[in-house]
């Protein structure tokens, strides 16, 4: 059994500045992670390693720049046993539609996989949307904002988080399944009987031309969105405490307010 986890590291700030010519994030001098609901992913995977009666191997999957290589290594060390870089300057400005074509084409090269993890949405998009479109380009069976799973006689019995409730569902490999952030303690980072594994175990680089990918539907080219403006959104207003009067004024002061905002007429 193949399972595959699609990661991405993330800067580690939720007061993200933007280049104002490219609109792109700046992302120099802010610390990289590795993106916490992808980390719920690879608990998963783990889990559903214990659960499985036969042989089951964890692979990595990310696209980004050389230095992230680093957080590879970080996920074998949490139990993956092996990791792929799909990198190569032909993928800067990718949107989530570049993207999953990409890691699609990335992930058929690598070999057929039962299971493939990622997380709900990462921190620095926060769109949501690459798991699902990774599904629909690889023709497989999705279940969105798992909680929980387990092996249950030959399928997999999934909870997810619907909003207002938690939904059980069954399901049978091959599929696509995307982690909820916080669904689940990260997987121990410092497994000091894998540390040795994780720093000479080989890093498979993967480049659009040994994957085969057509150069017209990654980076900025094959991009279907286009940020044309950012803007931060509006400040709310504080509320006006009224207490200097007696209780007639102040009531009288705050019909005064809601009138002058065309809340009362």
């Given at each position: 059994?193949?399972?595959?986890?699609?990661?991405?590291?993330?800067?580690?700030?939720?007061?993200?500045?933007?280049?104002?010519?490219?609109?792109?994030?700046?992302?120099?001098?802010?610390?990289?992670?590795?993106?916490p609901?992808?980390?719920?992913?690879?608990?998963?995977?783990?889990?559903?390693?214990?659960?499985?009666?036969?042989?089951?191997?964890?692979?990595?999957?990310?696209?980004?720049?050389?230095?992230?290589?680093?957080?590879?290594?970080?996920?074998?060390?949490?139990?993956?046993?092996?990791?792929?870089?799909?990198?190569?300057?032909?993928?800067?400005?990718?949107?989530?539609?570049?993207?999953?074509?990409?890691?699609?084409e990335?992930?058929?090269?690598?070999?057929?996989?039962?299971?493939?993890?990622?997380?709900?949405?990462?921190?620095?998009?926060?769109?949501?949307?690459?798991?699902?479109?990774?599904?629909?380009?690889?023709?497989?069976?999705?279940v969105?904002?798992?909680?929980?799973?387990?092996?249950?006689?030959?399928?997999?019995?999934?909870?997810?988080?619907?909003?207002?409730?938690?939904?059980?569902?069954?399901?049978?490999?091959?599929?696509?399944?995307?982690?909820?952030?916080?669904?689940?303690?990260?997987?121990?980072?410092?497994?000091?009987?894998?540390?040795?594994?994780?720093?000479?175990?080989?890093?498979h680089?993967?480049?659009?031309?040994?994957v085969?990918?057509?150069?017209?539907?990654?980076?900025?080219?094959?991009?279907?969105?286009?940020?044309?403006?950012?803007?931060?959104?509006?400040?709310?207003?504080?509320?006006?405490?009224?207490?200097?009067?007696?209780?007639?004024?102040?009531?009288?002061?705050?019909?005064?307010?809601?009138?002058?905002?065309?809340?009362?007429?």
């Amino acid at each position: 059994m193949k399972i595959l986890l699609l990661m991405k590291t993330v800067p580690d700030t939720t007061n993200a500045k933007i280049d104002p010519e490219t609109n792109n994030l700046i992302r120099d001098g802010v610390k990289t992670i590795i993106n916490p609901s992808d980390l719920c992913g690879l608990k998963f995977a783990l889990n559903v390693k214990e659960q499985v009666d036969e042989d089951v191997e964890i692979s990595v999957l990310t696209m980004g720049p050389p230095s992230a290589e680093k957080f590879l290594r970080e996920c074998i060390q949490m139990g993956a046993e092996e990791a792929y870089l799909l990198e190569g300057l032909e993928f800067k400005g990718s949107d989530t539609i570049a993207t999953s074509y990409a890691l699609s084409e990335a992930a058929k090269s690598i070999g057929d996989f039962d299971i493939i993890f990622a997380g709900d949405q990462t921190m620095d998009g926060d769109t949501g949307q690459v798991g699902s479109q990774v599904a629909e380009n690889l023709g497989m069976n999705q279940v969105t904002y798992i909680t929980d799973i387990n092996y249950v006689d030959g399928e997999y019995e999934v909870k997810r988080n619907i909003g207002e409730g938690v939904e059980t569902v069954k399901i049978k490999a091959p599929f696509v399944a995307t982690a909820l952030k916080g669904s689940v303690n990260k997987p121990s980072k410092f497994a000091l009987k894998r540390s040795k594994i994780a720093k000479e175990k080989e890093i498979h680089d993967l480049t659009a031309e040994s994957v085969g990918l057509d150069l017209d539907k990654i980076g900025q080219k094959g991009s279907l969105t286009i940020v044309k403006d950012l803007s931060a959104p509006e400040k709310s207003e504080t509320g006006i405490i009224i207490d200097e009067g007696s209780a007639e004024e102040n009531v009288n002061k705050m019909i005064d307010i809601l009138v002058g905002k065309k809340l009362l007429v």
